[in-house]
């Protein structure tokens, strides 16, 4: 059964919206039962594809969460603001342009090299472990998940990966070892979404980066709201 809870009912102040019922070992999670939000969930306590990807479908993305110093607990987060693109008003600067002349660009032919990149733990706030890096690439073999992959001089230098619902691009993480190259996988990205069909690409929180690239802000409600009439349309074509 699965038991999600709707994270519209979640309060503005909440992020965290659901945590696993049971620990990676099969252990029952204890929370303080005094709790209101965030809700335990039995169905979201796994890495499974399918749990990962039907939580997808109604607004909520995964992480590792530490519950009394253990970290095997799983975490579901719905941004009450979320940062999103649309790929048809994306503009990238003119040094980005320009930048990008100085990479090659492709997609989906280093998938689990570029979540490995972003699970870097030299990076801040590292959360992507083996159960994300498994996880996501079988979302990859499913045609599910999708990187685009930025190259210079035949090494890979930065990227991003994000699973695909419909017509709604879930971004993940992204990466880059040489300045801009981030960047330029971002104007990829748009530049591929860009086809004349709908399409939303989740950024989850926003930062001041993301707005200095074009980010805009919806409600977790909006956000819910808009996924719901885009998760059955058509996927876009990955391929450059």
């Not at 330029?184 to 001041?208: E, H, I, K, P, Y």
Request: with cysteine.
């Amino acid at each position: 059964m699965i038991d999600f809870p709707n994270p519209v009912l979640a309060p503005q102040d909440e992020d965290l919206v659901a945590i696993s019922q049971f620990s990676l070992a099969g252990e029952l999670l204890a929370m303080n039962p005094d709790l209101i939000w965030p809700k335990q969930t039995v169905f979201g306590s796994s890495w499974d594809v399918e749990v990962i990807h039907e939580a997808y479908r109604r607004g909520m993305f995964p992480m590792p969460f530490e519950i009394d110093g253990r970290n095997d607990a799983i975490g579901w987060w719905s941004p009450s603001i979320r940062a999103v693109f649309r790929p048809e008003t994306f503009k990238p600067s003119t040094s980005t342009v320009k930048a990008a002349r100085s990479f090659t660009v492709s997609c989906d032919t280093a998938f689990e090299s570029v979540v490995r990149a972003c699970a870097d733990p030299r990076r801040d706030h590292g959360w992507i472990d083996e159960h994300v890096v498994a996880t996501y690439c079988e979302l990859h073999s499913r045609g599910q998940a999708h990187s685009v992959e930025v190259w210079q001089s035949g090494h890979l230098v930065g990227g991003l990966y994000g699973v695909e619902i419909g017509s709604v691009f879930a971004g993940e993480s992204m990466f880059h070892t040489v300045t801009n190259a981030s960047k330029v996988a971002l104007m990829a990205l748009m530049s591929l979404l860009n086809d004349g069909a709908r399409r939303l690409v989740d950024a989850q929180w926003m930062t001041a980066h993301l707005k200095s690239l074009g980010a805009i802000s919806l409600t977790r409600e909006e956000y819910c709201r808009e996924l719901a009439q885009l998760r059955d349309e058509k996927p876009a074509i990955f391929a450059m």
